[in-house]
């Protein structure tokens, strides 16, 4: 086991002054948290980690890698989560850390003498080493965060509307890729199953540019449904898509295209076997 250091003054400092200490250590939080935390939520985050680092401790500061720091290191990280999921800035959850410093150095005022200051710089280290893992995972739970975030927008989207009864649509909005696509597959093949249709509609009117690979991603998914027993048609061709799509030479092959999804509609409640019909307007 590695070997504690022999500071004890700042130890024992901790120990008899926690309610002096804490205060001071969570007014400085509060200095740089803008209001985004009352003083009673603040309070109760940094008195469990002052409780951990105390427990930490014992009779000296141990190494920034001991053992006896997993409880405290657990306890950064959680808090720095917390701080990620409720919009607060890395600086600021790692001020709340470094606030710890002042509140201790404001104590040893009275303990002057050149021992006391070296404790304080070992402590002062550790400290630092506290900052740095919740910089780390704070990053970690921001790109979490982000994830989930994108992975929800991916969801709503892509939306299966049921158009009619054996007819469903996808329009789509915004670039295809392939994180996309596979999206477009999953909802489209679920929709399928539940409403038992054996026509998709696929409307690229909100997509701003087809190319070869979006083509290539449109191909997957006529073919994916078509596996599953269902013709597709495409809607949605302007002018301009259908210039490029001449100009890359890409070729549909015998997948209907239409320019407008009513269009595609139309022809595919005519391959159902049901005709749309104006009634007359009725007498005045």
């Given at each position: 086991?590695?070997k ?13 002054r926690?309610?002096?200490i804490?205060a001071?250590?969570v007014a400085?939080?509060l200095?740089?948290m ?13 008195s469990?980690l ?18 006896e ?5 657990a306890?950064?990280?959680?808090l ?6 409720a919009?607060?800035?890395p ?8 606030a ?14 050149a021992?006391?200051?070296?404790d304080f ?8 080493d ?6 780390e995972?704070?990053a970690?739970?921001r790109?979490?965060?982000?994830a ?15 158009l009619?009864?054996?007819v469903v ?11 996309r696509t596979?999206?477009?597959m ?15 509609i696929?409307?690229?009117t909100g997509?701003?540019?087809?190319d ?8 997957k998914?006529?073919?994916a ?6 013709d ?11 210039q490029t ?6 070729e549909f092959?015998d ?5 407008k999804?009513a ?20 007498p005045?």
């Amino acid at each position: 086991m590695a070997k504690k250091d022999d500071s004890t003054q700042v130890v024992t400092l901790l120990r008899e002054r926690r309610d002096e200490i804490l205060a001071g250590w969570v007014a400085g939080a509060l200095a740089g948290m803008r209001g985004r935390m009352s003083e009673a939520e603040v309070r109760t985050e940094l008195s469990a980690l002052y409780d951990a680092l105390v427990k930490a401790t014992g009779d000296g500061l141990p190494p920034s890698t001991a053992p006896e720091l997993d409880e405290l290191r657990a306890q950064l990280r959680e808090l720095s989560r917390s701080r990620a999921r409720a919009g607060s800035s890395p600086s600021e959850t790692a001020v709340s850390i470094f606030a710890l410093k002042e509140a201790v150095l404001s104590e040893l005022d009275d303990a002057s003498g050149a021992e006391s200051l070296a404790d304080f710089l070992v402590f002062s280290r550790m400290v630092d080493d506290m900052g740095l893992i919740t910089f780390e995972a704070y990053a970690d739970a921001r790109e979490s965060v982000i994830a989930n975030q994108a992975d929800e927008l991916l969801e709503l989207s892509t939306p299966v509307v049921k158009l009619w009864d054996g007819v469903v649509a996808v329009p789509l909005v915004g670039t295809l890729d392939s994180a996309r696509t596979q999206v477009v597959m999953e909802k489209l093949l679920e929709a399928l199953i539940e409403t038992e249709s054996e026509w998709a509609i696929i409307d690229i009117t909100g997509v701003p540019a087809v190319d070869t690979q979006v083509a290539q991603h449109l191909f997957k998914t006529v073919v994916a449904a078509r596996l599953m027993g269902a013709d597709c048609i495409i809607s949605g061709i302007r002018p301009q898509i259908a210039q490029t799509i001449v100009g890359l030479g890409i070729e549909f092959g015998d997948i209907v295209t239409k320019a407008k999804m009513a269009d595609a509609l139309k022809i595919t409640l005519e391959k159902a076997g049901l005709d749309i019909v104006r009634r007359p307007a009725p007498p005045t």
